[in-house]
C-alpha cells in the first residue's frame, strides 16, 4: 500500500512538470489575430505571466515602465537547462560583444555559448498583428516538440518583448473594440499612440528622449548584447504580403560590411522558408534603406548586431479585406512589376482575403526562419560579434580617428553633458581627463571628456559624430537621385551645439572612465539651455526673476538687476492638439514637459473660444498643413476602404472662426508660435508683411531631413543666449521674405529676421537640392501685428526632441511671450 502511494505520488508530480501550459485559445476565449478580435495589454501580459508560472521554458521580468506608467514584459524563452544558466550565457555573449575574450578563448565561447536573438512587438501600435502573434510564438516555442524546436531551445536564448508600447497598444485596441460593428470601425486614432511621439518613437534610438527606449537599449547594449535584433511591423507596400531584408540602398558606411551580409542571410533563410510554406508575397529590397541611423532595426547594426525588419501586410486592425489583382498598381514604388515573378519579389501574392490571422502567420514564418537560421549559426554569430568588436577597438587604437574630445569650454555645458549620458546609453565608453594634455598640437584642459575611437562600437560612435554624405544614386546616368527612406543628416553634436574636436593621432592622457554621466548643474547662464530649468523652477516657487537685454536672467540680489529690460512670470502656453495625430506636436509637449514649461493641451473648441488671450500668453502651432489646421478629419467623409469615416465628435479643425480668434488674440498682446508647415497659415491669413518663398514656387529645393549652417542675430530677444552661428535641421522647411517697405517696417508692423540661413557652406550634414532659394534666406522671423507678435520658424526648431542647439529659440519665443517689459 505505502509502495502505490509512492508511485501515485511520483506519477502526480511528473504529471505536474509535464503539464502543459494553457494555449492562447484557453487564456483568451479566442485566438489572438481572429476577425476583429484584439487582445489588450491585461490580456496578453497576464498570459505571459501565466507561462511564466506553468513553464520552466519562460522566465519573465519587468525592465522598466512606459510613459504611462505601465509594466514592460521581457520574456526569456529557451530550454530549461539554459534558462537555469542565464547569467553563463549573458556573460559570453558580453565578453564576445566587447572583446574582451582572447583569441583562443573566443573560438572556444562561440562553441559553448548560445545565439541571442531579441525579438520586440508592438512598436507601431496601429500595427496590430505582432502582438497578437506574440502569444503563438511563445506557447509553440515553450510546448513544441519537433526535432527543430528542441535544437532552436537549446542553441538559442530568446528575448521576446510581447508589447514594447503597452500605452499606445490599449489605445488602439480599445478604439478599435468600440468602434467594431459601426460606420467607424475603421477609423483612424485620433490621439497620437505614443504620448510624445506617436509613430515616430522608432526613430528616438539614438537620442533617448523616450522611457521606453532608454530600458530596451539598457538591454541591448549594457546588459545582453544580442547578436540578431528582430524589430517588428505591419506596413508591406502593396499589394506584397511582407517585407524581408534585404534592405535597399543605400548603405551607410559606417556599418560593417559583415553585418549587412549576415542580414542577408537571414532574409535568405525567411525568403526560402515562405516558399516552402507556400506563403507568396515577400518582398525585399525596396523603401526601407541601410542609411539611417535611429530606428530600432538600424540602430543595433551600428552596434555589431543584425537588425532585422519585417513589414507584414495589413488591411485595417482586425477587419478582414479583400483584394483583386484588378485593382492592383501596375509596378512597386521602385518599378518593380506587382503581378510578375521578379528576384526580390519571385512569388507575387496575387490577391483574395486578407486576414489579421493571414499577418500572424507570415510573422510566424520569418520567427522560425530567423530563430532556425541562429540555432544553426550559433557559433559563428557569435564569433562574428567578437571578431567585429576587436576589429573596431584595433581601427580605433591605430587612429584616424583617435579619439573624439569634448573639452569643458563649451557654449552649452549642459547640453554637452545631455548628450554624453545618451552616447552612454547607447554603449559607448566614456572616459574623462585627470590632467591636461595635448592632443594633435592643441591644448586640452583637465575635465575634458574622452570618447576613444578604439571601442567595441566604433560604428555607431563615428557615424554619430561625423556629418554624414548622402550618397546620389541615381536611375541610370541621368536619373533622379534616389531619395532616403528616412533623414540623410542626423550628426549629435551639430544637432545638440556641442562643440567635438576630432583628435586623428594617438595621444598620452590620464585618462579615467566615467561609469555614468552625471547631469551639469542648472544656473542662471542664458547660454545654457539648463537655464529655462532653473527658471521655471524659480518662477513656479514664487522668485522673483528679470532678464537683461543681453539676454542674462537676474535674480533679485544681481547687479543689474535695477536695469533689466524684462520681468519674467511663468508663461500660460497652449499646444494646439488636433484629432489627426500630430508628431511635431508630441515632440514640442517632450519639449515643454522636459523644461518644465507650465501649457495645455488646446483642441479646436479651445482655441474658437473668445478672450483668448486672457487664458494665454503664447498659443503653439506644431508643424501641419493650413489644410489640416483648418479642417481636420471631415466629416462624413472616409478612405477607400468602407466604415473608414471618423466619429462625428473627433472631426473639424480650427475653421474660418478659430483662425479670427487666433487674429484676436495676436492683436491683444499675445504670442502665436507656428513652425514649418503651420507657418503657411499666418502667412496666408494674417496681415503681416512676411512672405514664403518655397512652397508652391516651383523652386527645386529639396531637404529631406538634413541639417544646415545659419546665422542668428544675438541681440534679437529671440536669439539671445544663441551662438552666432547655429546648425538647424530642416526636413522640408520654409524660407521667409520680409515684403514691408522699410518705412512701414516699425512699430506695430515690424518684421524682422532673427535666424537666415548660410550665404555660403550650406550643408553641414544630409543632403539638400537647389540650396540657391534659401541661401541667406530669414528661416525665422519675427512679425509684429497690433500689440503682439507671430513667430515664424521656417525650421524644425524642436525636431523629435533632437535639435537641443536650437531649443533656446523656442524657449526664448516662450518667456518672452509672458514677460513685462521693463
Request: hydrophobic share 40%; net charge neutral.
Amino acid at each position: 500500500m505505502h509502495r502505490m502511494r509512492v508511485i501515485a505520488s511520483t506519477l502526480f508530480v511528473a504529471l505536474t512538470l509535464t503539464a502543459s501550459p494553457p494555449a492562447p485559445r484557453e487564456h483568451f476565449g479566442y485566438e489572438p489575430g481572429d476577425d476583429y478580435k484584439l487582445a489588450d495589454y491585461a490580456e496578453i501580459s497576464s498570459y505571459f505571466r501565466k507561462l511564466d508560472a506553468e513553464s520552466p521554458r519562460l522566465r519573465l521580468i519587468e525592465i522598466g515602465e512606459s510613459e504611462g506608467g505601465k509594466p514592460i514584459q521581457l520574456a526569456f524563452i529557451s530550454s530549461e537547462d539554459n534558462l537555469k544558466q542565464l547569467d553563463r550565457w549573458q556573460s559570453i555573449s558580453r565578453r564576445m560583444a566587447l572583446g574582451e575574450a582572447t583569441a583562443e578563448e573566443a573560438r572556444r565561447l562561440a562553441r559553448e555559448g548560445r545565439a541571442i536573438v531579441w525579438i520586440d512587438c508592438g512598436l507601431h501600435s496601429t500595427e496590430v498583428a505582432p502582438p497578437q502573434h506574440a502569444p503563438h510564438l511563445a506557447y509553440r516555442m515553450v510546448t513544441g516538440e519537433s526535432e527543430e524546436m528542441r535544437l532552436i531551445r537549446d542553441k538559442v536564448i530568446l528575448l521576446l518583448v510581447p508589447i514594447i508600447n503597452p500605452d499606445g497598444h490599449d489605445m488602439v485596441a480599445h478604439w478599435y473594440r468600440g468602434n467594431v460593428g459601426t460606420p467607424y470601425e475603421l477609423a483612424p486614432l485620433p490621439r497620437l499612440y505614443h504620448k510624445y511621439s506617436g509613430h515616430d518613437n522608432n526613430r528616438d534610438w539614438f537620442m533617448m528622449n523616450l522611457k521606453e527606449t532608454r530600458h530596451v537599449s539598457r538591454m541591448l547594449y549594457q546588459e545582453w548584447f544580442p547578436q540578431i535584433v528582430y524589430n517588428q511591423h505591419q506596413t508591406s507596400p502593396f499589394p506584397s504580403r511582407i517585407f524581408i531584408p534585404p534592405y535597399a540602398e543605400p548603405l551607410n558606411p559606417s556599418i560593417p560590411a559583415t553585418v549587412m551580409n549576415g542580414i542577408g542571410s537571414i532574409g535568405a533563410a525567411m525568403r526560402e522558408r515562405f516558399s516552402r510554406e507556400n506563403k507568396p508575397g515577400a518582398l525585399s529590397y525596396i523603401g526601407f534603406d541601410a542609411w539611417w541611423n535611429g530606428g530600432a532595426r538600424s540602430t543595433p547594426a551600428f552596434h555589431n548586431m543584425h537588425g532585422i525588419l519585417t513589414e507584414t501586410a495589413l488591411y485595417g486592425y482586425a477587419t478582414p479585406g479583400d483584394y483583386k489583382v484588378a485593382d492592383f498598381p501596375a509596378r512597386f514604388a521602385n518599378g518593380m512589376p506587382t503581378r510578375e515573378p521578379s528576384i526580390f519579389y519571385d512569388r507575387p501574392w496575387m490577391g483574395g482575403r486578407w486576414r489579421l490571422m493571414d499577418a500572424v502567420e507570415y510573422i510566424l514564418t520569418s520567427d522560425w526562419a530567423l530563430l532556425d537560421h541562429a540555432a544553426r549559426n550559433s557559433d559563428q554569430y557569435l564569433l562574428k560579434a567578437w571578431e567585429m568588436a576587436r576589429a573596431n577597438i584595433d581601427a580605433g587604437n591605430a587612429g584616424g580617428p583617435y579619439a573624439y574630445l569634448v573639452p569643458p569650454d563649451q557654449h552649452d555645458a549642459w547640453s554637452a553633458r545631455e548628450m554624453l549620458w545618451r552616447l552612454q546609453s547607447g554603449g559607448l565608453q566614456v572616459q574623462r581627463a585627470a590632467a591636461a594634455f595635448t592632443a594633435d598640437g592643441r591644448e586640452y584642459p583637465a575635465g575634458t571628456f574622452v570618447l576613444p575611437a578604439g571601442q567595441p562600437f566604433r560604428s555607431y560612435l563615428m557615424d554619430l559624430m561625423e556629418p554624414q554624405k548622402y550618397p546620389e544614386i541615381r536611375a541610370g546616368q541621368t536619373g533622379p537621385t534616389k531619395r532616403p527612406y528616412d533623414v540623410a543628416g542626423w550628426t549629435l553634436p551639430y544637432q545638440m551645439g556641442v562643440k567635438v574636436d576630432r583628435a586623428q593621432d594617438r595621444f598620452q592622457a590620464q585618462l579615467e572612465n566615467v561609469l555614468k554621466v552625471a547631469p551639469a548643474p542648472l544656473t542662471l547662464d542664458a547660454r545654457q539651455n539648463g537655464a529655462f530649468i532653473e527658471v521655471a523652477r524659480r518662477l513656479k516657487n514664487g522668485q522673483s526673476l528679470r532678464r537683461a537685454a543681453d539676454g542674462a536672467f537676474l535674480a533679485s540680489n544681481d547687479s543689474g538687476w535695477n536695469n533689466a529690460k524684462w520681468e519674467l512670470r511663468a508663461p500660460r502656453v497652449a499646444l494646439y492638439e488636433p484629432f489627426a495625430p500630430n508628431m511635431d506636436a508630441g515632440w514640442t509637449q517632450w519639449v515643454l514637459d522636459h523644461f518644465e514649461v507650465p501649457y495645455v493641451l488646446a483642441r479646436n473648441d479651445d482655441l474658437r473660444a473668445p478672450a483668448l488671450r486672457q487664458r494665454f500668453d503664447v498659443i503653439i502651432l506644431a508643424s501641419q498643413s493650413v489644410a489640416g489646421i483648418l479642417h481636420g478629419f471631415r466629416a462624413d467623409e472616409r478612405s477607400a476602404r468602407p466604415n473608414s469615416q471618423q466619429r462625428p465628435e473627433y472631426t473639424g479643425g480650427l475653421g474660418v472662426e478659430g483662425v479670427e480668434r487666433l487674429q484676436e488674440f495676436v492683436r491683444a498682446g499675445g504670442t502665436l508660435i507656428a513652425f514649418d508647415q503651420a507657418t503657411d497659415l499666418p502667412l496666408q491669413m494674417f496681415p503681416i508683411g512676411v512672405s514664403g518663398v518655397l512652397r508652391g514656387s516651383g523652386s527645386s529645393w529639396y531637404s529631406p531631413g538634413s541639417l544646415l549652417r545659419a546665422t542668428v542675430d544675438t541681440t534679437h530677444p529671440l536669439g539671445l543666449g544663441m551662438p552666432e552661428n547655429a546648425i538647424i535641421m530642416t526636413t522640408g522647411g520654409q524660407a521667409f521674405d520680409i515684403t514691408l517697405l522699410d518705412e512701414a517696417n516699425k512699430g506695430e508692423r515690424a518684421a524682422r529676421a532673427v535666424v537666415k540661413y548660410a550665404e555660403k557652406d550650406l550643408l553641414a550634414s544630409g543632403w539638400v537640392t537647389g540650396e540657391r532659394a534659401v541661401t541667406g534666406k530669414p528661416a525665422l522671423v519675427e512679425a509684429r501685428m497690433g500689440a503682439g507678435r507671430v513667430v515664424l520658424f521656417g525650421f524644425r526648431t524642436q525636431f523629435r526632441a533632437q535639435s537641443f542647439g536650437t531649443f533656446k529659440l523656442l524657449l526664448n519665443a516662450i518667456y518672452l511671450g509672458s514677460a513685462r517689459e521693463l
